[in-house]
């Protein structure tokens, strides 16, 4: 069961790069997220998605842009990348019925250094 | 603004004890609260949802209670084991969408 797969694992970025973390699950879920969690921080929500075509800004959208074009995929683009996005980016999903009783699903992670 | 405090940020404790992780939070008026786990270098696993309508959840030696009046939540893990070594995160949900997130325990069980 390959549940949620972010990649790449690593990355390093030159301040004004750009560049896309992939996000995929395989659980047909509905509604997917991008998070980014900084040292001793909470997660902070990016972005998020209740279906394929349908997106919305998170509490930190700045910076980043996000498309979701079939079901199973969430990808999360850095325009011109600062030092302030280095942090590690964390893909969710989860099959949501009602606010009461959603679980989310996580992938791996994305470490990100912009230097 | 709901914020989410978790106290103590790292516990260290021998293999075998029982121990508490403690989550509070300033808005009361939330749907569910859960319990993560989140490995180095992995992502979150959740552990335990407590719905607002809910006092307590179990799952094996996890028992997590919620007080939704005094804003507070609870992990207890029964009889610890190494394996256990992870930090725990709990995360309230207040409205569409809005899940906010603590900053973690940090737990050490040693052998």
């Known amino acids: 069961n390959a549940g949620v797969t972010q990649t790449p694992k690593f990355r390093i970025l030159k301040i004004g790069q750009s560049m896309t973390l992939q996000c995929t699950q395989d659980?047909?879920?509905?509604?997917m997220y991008w998070y980014r969690q900084d040292p001793g921080m909470g997660l902070k929500l990016i972005y998020y998605?209740?279906?394929?075509?349908?997106?919305d800004k998170g509490e930190v959208p700045n910076g980043y842009n996000v498309s979701r074009s079939t079901t199973e995929d969430f990808p999360l683009r850095l325009e011109l990348a600062a030092p302030s996005q280095t942090s590690v980016y964390f893909c969710?999903?989860?099959?949501?019925?009602?606010?009461?009783?959603?679980?989310?699903?996580f992938g791996s992670g994305t470490q990100l250094s912009v230097l | 603004k709901q914020e989410v405090t978790q106290i103590p940020a790292a516990l260290s404790v021998p293999e075998g004890e029982n121990l508490v992780l403690n989550c509070s939070f300033t808005?009361?008026?939330?749907?569910?609260l859960q319990w993560f786990r989140q490995d180095p270098g992995k992502g979150l696993t959740s552990l335990l949802l407590?719905?607002?309508?809910?006092r307590e959840q179990t799952s094996g030696r996890l028992n997590a209670s919620l007080d939704k009046s005094s804003g507070r939540s609870t992990l207890y893990i029964a009889a610890s084991q190494p394996g256990d070594s992870a930090t725990y995160l709990c995360?309230?949900?207040?409205?569409?969408?809005?899940?906010?997130f603590g900053t973690g325990t940090r737990l050490l069980v040693s052998p």
């Open positions: 659980m047909n879920h509905n509604y």
């Open positions: 407590i719905q607002s309508s809910q």
């Open positions: 998605s209740v279906g394929a075509g349908i997106t």
């Open positions: 995360a309230v949900r207040k409205g569409f969408q809005k899940l906010v």
């Open positions: 808005d009361s008026a939330i749907y569910n």
């Open positions: 969710a999903s989860s099959y949501f019925r009602d606010s009461t009783n959603e679980k989310l699903f």
